[in-house]
């Protein structure tokens, strides 16, 4: 059975006036001119052509006909037009000419990826489909920019999809490939999952520019729709579990706003009491509560569970068959350290800091607020924070700090865990053990930039002090609060420093390293014994590298082109190789000194600059007369 391909394109849907007006903007007000040499050139093509001959008898149905899309298709793309018009007319239409040659390149790419028999291929143009047609596709290709769509074309096609999103319910929707020539494909990259709710596991995004480049073409449009079509039915899983988390977030949103309206003001006015008569932060304890209410509604949603448990079943089928490493690593538009990063921290850092001074003239003073200006689990540094420096864990119970308040104690006992910072940077990749025990991630911004600490604690290093000397100290050190631990994370500090035996539990989050990286084929059968991936004939194209511990991978349209130049060199030494498995192996990640699918060995080497990368090379690798593939990485 012939599977379906849709090309949505207003150029590969057939070359109109409006793409004649936008490449060559005078070319019709020249031709309006009947005596211009111009005029009559294309006339004389005119009445080569037959299915033009009728309309060009006398100079002004000319004038008329040669303004409509017709003309375009049966003349100016007509090898007529080839043969006969004047040089002086194809001069004038030259960047045209050039643009319905990339055209042709392109469509051809298309019919040679996707041959009649096995596909049929479908080339449309403005508007874009609905959803009946593009359910009766195995995938399709949509072009970002309409000539008749809309002026801002990523908002456009990102309010497209989202109704496609919405429309196909439980419907599983084919992989969706974005293309354009414009700049705001690649701007906005990123975006385009959350801007049109279509998982990135469904939805690639490929610039026009890339599919033109030589290693590129057909191989590369037929390898993208193999890598895309086997993960389909995760892309669907992890649409419906979204929107199946959102609308449980609304119905959540509904039930707690009753909940809210029923205490009301008397019933949190007790609540308030509490937490005062407690000495404990209102904010915090009014948080707690809350949050605890709307997630037990998000819990106990039962289409949520249900879609947790597809989901997670679709992942399972990606593991290899020991059910310890993957077999197919799904497609990410970019990686995004970013976001990663900062789902870590709000799982282990509080949104909010204490406002209130801790430091006050009276010592009094200081103990009666310091249950709400220093509650448990604040984070306290000196003015500067760095590498390297000691932090202060404030890991006093709170029921003793509120009976410090409660008291104005100045003598009362404060303890504190020690932790050291360590900055990160996007290339880093800190790994830590089980017997480790690290606050990951605390973002701060200071002097009007994004910083990123873990802070790595000195099991069984604290300390304690009367709340009037760590006030001297404080003042003396000029300590300030950066951040707040959750209480569950802090409870883990304060459970390992009292008991240097106990082993607490964390949950374990992934965090890639993103680096800059070059390629190159090592073979004694090459000349110098290697060759590099080639941006232009002299420069070497950079690659971003991603690391997680000792799995190196590669972004999803760099793995394609890799794999498709690795295929291409190797054939040249009589070495045959398969693009699609090299593909997914380069997505899916390799360890340093282990074999790709063809029996390549793939080796990764640091070296302090990419402009300089091939000396990290070694011949004695190839000495044997192996092949290897080498990824030397600067960090």
Partial sequence: MQRCILVVDDELAGLRKVHVEGTVPDFYETIADTT???????????????????????????????????????????????????????????????????VSQLKNDFLTAFPASEFIVKFVGAPRPILTQIAECDTVFLDLFLEDGDDAPVDGVQKYLRELSANASNLTLPPIVLMSTHNELNEHKRNFSAGSQISAAGLMVLPKAKIAEPQFRAAGLRLSFDQLSRQSSVAHSMRAFIQSWMNALMRATEETSKTLWNLDASAMQQIHLTSIRDDDPYDEHLNELLSREYLFRVESDSDVGAKIKDLDAQFRSHFAADGKELANRLIAPMTDVDTSRSLMSHFTWLGVRPTLPFMCYFDEESAERVSRSLPFGSVLCGPTLAHDTQCWVHITQQCDLNGISRARDANGTLIFAVAEARELQPSDNPTASTTDLVARSLQIDEGGMRREFDLRVRVGELRAMP?????????????????????????????????????????????????????????????????????????????????????????????????????????????????????????????????????????????????????????????????????????
């Fill in 36 to 102: 211009d040499p111009k005029f009559e050139s294309l006339c004389e093509v005119a009445k080569a052509v037959a299915a033009a001959q009728q309309f060009v008898g006398d100079e002004d149905s000319a004038g008329a006909y040669f303004q409509t899309d017709d003309a375009v298709r049966d003349v100016l793309l007509s090898v007529q037009f080839d043969n006969i018009a004047s040089e002086e007319l194809k001069d004038l239409l030259e960047p045209f000419l050039a643009r319905s040659r990339r």
């Fill in 467 to 635: 709340l009037r000397s760590f006030i001297a100290q404080a003042r003396h050190e000029r300590l300030r609060i950066i951040g707040r631990l959750r209480s569950d994370i802090a409870h883990q500090i304060v459970a390992a420093t009292t008991n240097h035996m106990s082993r607490p539990a964390s949950q374990l989050m992934l965090r890639p390293a993103l680096l800059r990286s070059k390629v190159f084929l090592q073979s004694n059968s090459l000349r110098n014994g290697r060759t590099p991936l080639l941006e232009t004939a002299k420069k070497a194209r950079v690659f971003s590298l991603t690391q997680e511990r000792d799995l190196y991978s590669f972004q999803d349209d760099a793995c394609v082109e890799i794999s498709l130049w690795l295929a291409r060199e190797l054939s040249q030494l009589n070495i045959n190789v398969a693009a699609d498995p090299l593909c997914t192996a380069l997505r899916k990640g390799w360890r340093s000194d282990k074999q790709l699918p063809g029996g390549i060995l793939a080796k990764v080497r640091e070296w302090v600059g990419l402009d300089e990368a091939y000396k990290a090379l070694e011949n004695n690798d190839v000495a044997n007369g192996q092949v290897q593939l080498t990824v030397v990485f600067e960090r």
